[in-house]
């Protein structure tokens, strides 16, 4: 127990090293995002048979194609020859995957079929059945496309939970999506930075002015696994007449409008519904001191230029907007802030325990940092209490 805080329970403060620790994130590579279900992408990204895109997860090489079965799957993207990478190009379409050192190449199931001089390895013990690409767990979920490098992990339909389901079935099953948009940025904080700021209502009516005036919070769930689900609504008093009217045009199916919501998926992605639109935010942890921020706006298939104007119109006062302008320096002054040796803990010790609510205080976080220690496999936020 801190000597600053003896009355404050353990669960309700922050070792600050958690955020720059480089021991702090090789555990966190090791014990959750090795462990967990990752945010992959949207399978709209590989729409036909052979299109694929590559990625690179915590130093991991991957590509994810749709097979010629309709299957997406995902594979290192490692040949089995020599290690060179297989694919290059971040995204494209192949009749077969052919790695560009000897022309090795692979079905789309990820089985090698062809080898140049194949018959100088008689009598070597090669098999060229043998040696095919290494999968990694796929699976996809209402669209969304998520990778697993745990073989013991639960199914991702288990991990997300009914609730989650229940929640992104409207829309998601209802329709056809597409990435509309997409945008990639590198941040300097902490992966734990977002995934906090996701979930943090206390900050909302200070940060984001027009969210205070617009934006009336719902509802909130909060589960055992680290995810949450927070409903949000619309307020038009607290709108310009005009850009109300927009806001109401093209709701998606199964929405009413002013619907809305925020779905936290642990550990890494943020899918939010605004009416007329949906913005999947997720993060690539690059370091302790470095994120890949990642944005996907989703449509529907076959709308109009029109509609797609409507929709980034949505996009931009729900999202761009606040995310980039004015969260983006809030995240970056707290890293900052934490780095500093003299100020060892946060507190997060505001309001009561619940997990149901409206707005929430700050059980939103500690139920984020119950899951963050379960993966971890400690008894407090820090790396202090390590089993």
């Not at 290059?88 to 090698?112: K, T, V």
Request: charged share 20%.
């Amino acid at each position: 127990m801190p000597p600053w805080a003896p009355k404050i329970d353990p669960s309700r403060w922050v070792d600050n090293r958690v955020y720059t620790d480089p021991q702090v994130y090789a555990r966190e590579t090791e014990r959750i995002f090795m462990q967990t279900w990752l945010f992959a992408g949207h399978e709209s990204e590989v729409r036909n048979a052979g299109d694929y895109v590559t990625l690179s997860l915590l130093e991991q090489p991957l590509i994810i194609v749709r097979g010629t079965d309709n299957v997406v799957r995902a594979f290192y993207n490692t040949c089995r020859h020599r290690g060179s990478r297989v694919l290059l190009e971040d995204c494209g379409h192949a009749a077969a995957l052919r790695c560009p050192y000897h022309f090795w190449s692979y079905d789309l199931s990820g089985n090698l079929i062809g080898v140049p001089g194949e018959e100088a390895y008689d009598g070597s013990g090669f098999v060229k059945e043998e040696n095919p690409l290494v999968a990694v767990r796929c699976e996809v979920e209402l669209g969304l496309v998520f990778v697993c490098f745990n073989e013991q992990a639960p199914p991702l339909r288990d991990y997300l939970g009914p609730k989650v389901i229940e929640t992104l079935s409207t829309p998601l099953a209802n329709a056809q999506f597409e990435v509309v948009k997409y945008k990639g940025y590198d941040l300097p904080i902490n992966w734990k930075v977002f995934a906090e700021n996701a979930r943090d209502g206390y900050h909302v009516p200070f940060v984001h002015p027009f969210f205070r005036k617009a934006s009336p919070p719902g509802p909130y769930f909060l589960f055992d696994n680290g995810h949450a689900v927070q409903t949000l609504g619309m307020d038009p008093s607290g709108i310009e007449p005009d850009l109300w009217v927009r806001l109401q045009e093209h709701t998606l199916p199964g929405v009413q409008t002013g619907d809305g919501y925020i779905v936290t998926l642990f550990p890494d992605a943020t899918i939010t519904l605004r009416s007329n639109v949906i913005s999947i935010d997720s993060q690539r942890a690059l370091g302790p001191k470095k994120v890949r921020m990642e944005s996907r706006v989703l449509g529907l298939t076959g709308d109009t230029e029109e509609v797609r104007d409507v929709r980034a119109l949505g996009h931009a006062t729900w999202f761009l907007n606040p995310v980039e302008l004015e969260d983006a320096p809030i995240f970056v002054g707290q890293q900052e802030g934490v780095a500093a040796h003299g100020v060892r803990y946060s507190v997060i010790a505001r309001g009561t325990d619940a997990t149901t609510g409206t707005r929430g205080d700050d059980n939103r976080l500690r139920q984020w940092w119950a899951a963050w220690r379960h993966y971890m496999g400690v008894e407090l936020n820090s790396l202090e209490g390590e089993a």
